[in-house]
């Protein structure tokens, strides 16, 4: 801490913020305005002694309501969990309350966190802070716009086919998908699969840098999450200064042909026209990940049925539509369809592989579509293509999910709708930290041109909504 701002004060700004706009976005469903008190007036008499707790001494710090927190309601996005209070924090969450960093509040997430459009029949629906009748994205909605509106400084989200990189996308922040394995996950249900990661998000390249570096494995390997290795999690905050002029970045606009809308493909070749004013290379590249989807949706079903089959028969009809069709799905495939997909997986990996040897990193669109009404699950038609399911929309995500590759949700301005857009910034497997550092010079390049620089939310227009975000309806019929 630079001492210009007590925690005490940061705090109280962001409480003030919370007040003054989550009525009007719904992103913060429980908060924590006492015991953050508390906690805060304990940072500052530390640091008056000319000490520091950690890293993250005395920041507000938003947990998605998926992460546990020990005394604090946790519920899931679920009417089933509404009053369920943790007796102990989630791994990730204990590890920010040890670095100094406050729980400021939990933020809301569709049921179970299954989905991108964050709403659920608990607390309703998150709406976007450029738009509130828009989505928000998900499963991290409420995280992304607690960043985006400053009822935070950082937050934590989670990541299966693109739950961190949708919201920061939709909301103009920095979502970040570390290399599975940075972050442990002590309740992964799946002992070796690239999908449930946990990881930060914030505003900025350097303070998500800052956030991985406390909640990413230390040490020994961690007890409960086979896939975690030990690494040197301090470094990850310690980015290298890279000269934009000597980057070799390539880019593609769909991944090797999945679905993205035209709207999004012309606002991407301007994003483009903008880094290649910025770096030593930037030139398209062959990729081949178009059979990704596929892959996903075999993938995704074994794990939901993994994570689910004990519960599957205590399910009430409105449980979560978008868990219900993977599970039922899953159910009518094969074992040999899962067995390809899983060989399918191994090809795209050693593909993917190969091109990023030669690149710093590869660019793509973060989402296929700009926002849309949060009234919808998901988009239903896109460029006159009917979407077959709540994941066929999300393969620029999901398709990196698949191969496990870190990838960072970049904020890239405002799409011809006015809403924001985001970049993909994918990075080599194991290089979480070259990455970030890559990330964050093409986030100066970006923040210099007006048409890519970070949006901001007008608050005041937030402050006039009237729209309704607990009157869900059919949205999840």
């Known amino acids: 801490m630079t001492g210009e701002l007590s925690s005490v004060e940061l705090l109280d700004a962001c409480l003030a913020r919370i007040e003054a706009v989550d009525p009007n976005v719904n992103a913060m469903v429980t908060r924590v305005a006492e015991r953050a008190r508390d906690e805060a007036a304990a940072a500052d008499r530390v640091a008056a002694r000319g000490r520091s707790i950690g890293p993250l001494h005395g920041l507000p710090v938003a947990i998605k309501d998926l992460q546990a927190t020990e005394g604090v309601r946790t519920t899931l996005g679920s009417a089933e969990f509404a009053d369920h209070v943790p007796e102990a924090d989630a791994a990730i969450v204990a590890k920010i309350r040890a670095a100094g960093g406050i729980v400021v509040g939990k933020t809301n997430i569709p049921e179970r966190s299954i989905g991108a459009n964050t709403v659920n029949r608990l607390f309703g629906a998150t709406g976007n802070p450029f738009d509130p009748t828009r989505t928000c994205g998900g499963s991290s909605g409420g995280s992304a716009v607690a960043l985006a509106t400053g009822m935070a400084p950082l937050a934590t989200g989670s990541d299966h086919g693109g739950s961190l990189r949708i919201p920061a996308c939709f909301c103009g922040v920095v979502g970040y998908r570390a290399t599975p394995g940075v972050v442990p996950f002590e309740e992964r249900t799946t002992p070796q699969t690239f999908y449930s990661v946990q990881g930060p998000m914030a505003r900025t390249v350097d303070d998500v840098a800052l956030l991985l570096s406390v909640v990413a494995q230390r040490g020994s390997r961690a007890p409960r999450d086979p896939m975690a290795y030990p690494l040197d999690a301090a470094r990850l905050a310690e980015l290298m200064p890279t000269d934009p002029g000597r980057l070799r970045i390539g ?75 993977t599970y039922d799905s899953a159910l009518a495939t094969s074992m040999e369809a899962i067995a390809r997909a899983r060989r399918q997986q191994q090809e795209l ?67 011809e709708f006015g809403l924001p857009l985001g970049l993909q910034v994918i990075g080599r497997t194991y290089a979480d930290r070259r990455l970030l550092s890559v990330a964050r010079a093409l986030e100066e390049g970006l923040a210099a041109d007006p048409l890519t620089a970070r949006p901001v939310p007008d608050l005041d227009a937030l402050a006039a909504s009237t729209v309704d975000l607990t009157a869900v309806g059919d949205t999840l019929g």
Do not use: K
């Open 349 to 415: 990996i050693h593909r993917f592989q190969a091109l990023t040897d030669e690149y710093d990193a590869i660019v793509c669109p973060g989402v296929s579509v700009s926002p849309f009404p949060w009234t919808e699950l998901f988009p239903r038609v896109i460029d006159g293509e009917p979407v077959d399911n709540y994941m066929a929309w999300l393969t620029l995500t999901a398709a990196i999910t698949v191969i496990g590759h870190p990838v960072v949700a970049l904020p890239a301005g405002l799409d």
């Open 251 to 325: 880019w593609s606009e769909d991944l090797g042909g999945v679905l993205v809308s035209e709207p999004v493909r012309r606002a991407f070749r301007q994003r483009i026209e903008v880094l290649e004013r910025t770096v030593g290379l930037c030139e398209p590249v062959e990729v081949d990940l178009a059979d990704a989807i596929d892959v996903d949706w075999r993938l995704r079903q074994d794990v939901f049925v993994t994570q689910y089959h004990a519960e599957v028969d205590g399910w009430d009809p409105g449980f979560n539509p978008n868990v219900r069709a």
